[in-house]
């Protein structure tokens, strides 16, 4: 069972030192910085379900000297002074935070023989909120390294410094599903024992980063429209055999039919991509950009990709075909068949599949052609010939 660890020190001349009350929050940094990068879904700054304001806990401005506050200079003790006065912005103003959970009242034993009581952060469940993350608010949550006992001596106590800020250490599940999230990024510093996080149903999120969370079991980013390029990059950080990524929703996009450009998603990490077409079928690709003839102009079709950098779900975009560039179109699939002893000949200027009848109607043979010339043996007899874009042609080979 993982020993736990708590944070009994105050900071005083860059010394933590434990104080004589209580109770005391670890995470109450995190939930304020959370709550201040966010707005509801009208704009509007985020209250407590008790309507209390958000306090910061750092300093801001300047010192009695003039001079400004160091960076993350804190209010008081960090985590502590979480009593039930929510009129100086700490204790209840926290605790009855819409989504906010807590595990309340942990015993921990001080070297003096007291014990201090402890609230710790245990998850956060914001889903369908609605909620919208300010674009200069960026949110990056770090579980500081645990650090050996240190016994620290003030006046006629003594302390042990056990860790710094370990504002993860309770730290279950993260939900932010239904909502406009920007940026966030995790590091557990492989000691927070988080095991879900999903940030599904975000369609404006661009960056997620998951680092050392040694306990995680999945991270969801479905119904994001994500690429597939996109969902590559997020997970440089989270483990495949992890990321829930399909479906991906709605991903449209509109292309000419001499330009379909799918060259982000063509290879990833050196492996190509495979790509299922429906509703019609490229004739020219060249570093995953596709050409369609003149005739599929107007048409809706889907492209399916997969790959295994990524794992092993497809996630598939629905593409409106265009005019060609610059009105030149890619010349419609055209075929020339002759025979010539038991030898049938095709002549294409597209890849096609070819589908040979007799008249009776039984499938006698089905071959795929490339662009250019390709032949096939049959016995004495009259054929049909049928190609995929539906042009017949009657033979005879004698």
């Known amino acids: 069972m993982r020993k736990l660890f708590f944070l009994v020190v105050l900071l005083v001349s860059s010394v933590f030192v434990a104080k004589a009350d209580g109770p005391w929050f670890t995470g109450q940094n995190l939930v304020y910085e959370l709550v201040s990068a966010v707005t509801d879904k009208d704009g509007n700054a985020l209250k407590t379900v008790d309507g209390y304001d958000i306090t910061p806990l750092y300093k801001t401005g300047v010192d009695e000297e003039g001079n400004p506050y160091e960076p993350g200079s804190r209010i008081n003790d960090s985590q502590t002074d979480a009593d039930d006065n929510p009129d100086d912005g700490f ?27 402890f ?18 608010h960026p949110i990056i949550w770090q579980q500081y390294d645990v650090y050996d006992p240190v016994i620290i001596e003030t006046g006629n106590d003594k302390y042990k410094n056990i860790v710094q800020d370990n504002d993860l250490e309770f730290l279950e599940s993260l939900n932010f599903s239904g909502n406009k999230f920007i940026h966030f990024e995790l590091d557990g510093a492989l000691f927070c024992p988080v095991t879900t996080i999903n940030f599904s149903n975000n369609p404006t999120l661009e960056t997620l980063v998951i680092l050392n969370c040694s306990e995680l079991k999945e991270v969801n980013i479905t119904n994001n429209g994500f690429t597939l390029a996109k969902i590559y990059e997020i997970s440089q950080t989270v483990e495949t055999s992890l990321l829930k990524y399909a479906p991906q929703g709605t991903i449209a996009y509109s292309f000419p039919t001499d330009a379909v450009d799918l060259s982000a998603d063509a290879t990833l990490d050196k492996t190509a991509t495979t790509i299922v077409w429906t509703g019609a079928q490229p004739v020219f690709e060249e570093n995953g950009v596709f050409k369609f003839a003149a005739s599929d102009k107007g048409k809706t079709i889907t492209a399916e990709l997969s790959n295994g950098v990524v794992g092993s779900e497809s996630i598939t975009y629905t593409i409106t075909l265009t005019q060609a560039l610059n009105g030149i179109n890619t010349p419609a699939a055209e075929q020339k068949v002759w025979t010539a002893g038991k030898q049938l000949f095709v002549t294409s200027n597209t890849a096609e599949t070819m589908h040979i009848y007799t008249m009776d109607g039984r499938l006698v043979k089905q071959q795929n052609v490339g662009a250019g010339t390709s032949s096939v043996a049959l016995d004495n007899s009259l054929y049909l010939v049928r190609f995929d874009n539906g042009a017949v042609r009657k033979v005879l080979i004698k």
Request: aromatic share 20%; glycine share 14%.
């Open 91 to 117: 204790g209840a103003a926290f605790w009855d935070y819409t989504g906010v959970v807590w595990v309340r009242d942990i015993s921990v034993p001080w070297e003096n023989g007291n014990e201090g009581k």
């Open 119 to 136: 609230w710790g952060l245990k998850s956060i469940d914001w889903t369908d909120f609605g909620y919208i993350q300010k674009a200069d």
